[in-house]
Nanobody
């Protein structure tokens, strides 16, 4: 069964960049669509995320991060990345990755479409 683990979070200053990793085990991640979601402190997980198709031929970004975040994947390493640039304090959150086999080429942006989830990695942006 597919398992996901996020890593790469930490404390950074405004304007900095971070690259988060979503590493899969138990199965190859290759045929899965993968999406990134975030949860702000004291709130529910965002309904809209940023996804990448199984073949990485289409990427759809949440409006809140479009132009600043980049999703990519490395099939040889079984990893999907989230490159975050020009971070602001408003980006402070727990970041989750999720995967779904049925959505492999549809790349849905909605959390309810995904069956497999990691435990999240915390990102804090503060001066």
């Amino acid at each position: 069964q597919l398992q996901l683990v996020e890593s790469g979070g930490g404390l950074v200053q405004p304007g900095a960049s971070l690259r988060l990793s979503c590493t899969a085990s138990g199965s190859t991640l290759n045929p899965y669509a993968v999406a990134w979601f975030r949860q702000f402190a004291g709130k529910e997980r965002e309904r809209e995320g940023s996804c990448i198709t199984s073949k990485a031929d289409f990427i759809d970004y949440a409006d809140s991060v479009k132009g600043r975040f980049t999703v990519s994947r490395d099939h040889s390493k079984n990893i999907v990345y989230l490159e975050m640039d020009n971070l602001t304090p408003e980006d402070t959150a727990t970041y989750f990755c999720a995967a779904d086999l049925r959505a492999g080429e549809r790349c849905p942006r909605w959390a309810r479409a995904y069956d497999y989830w990691g435990q999240g990695t915390e990102v804090t942006v503060s001066s």
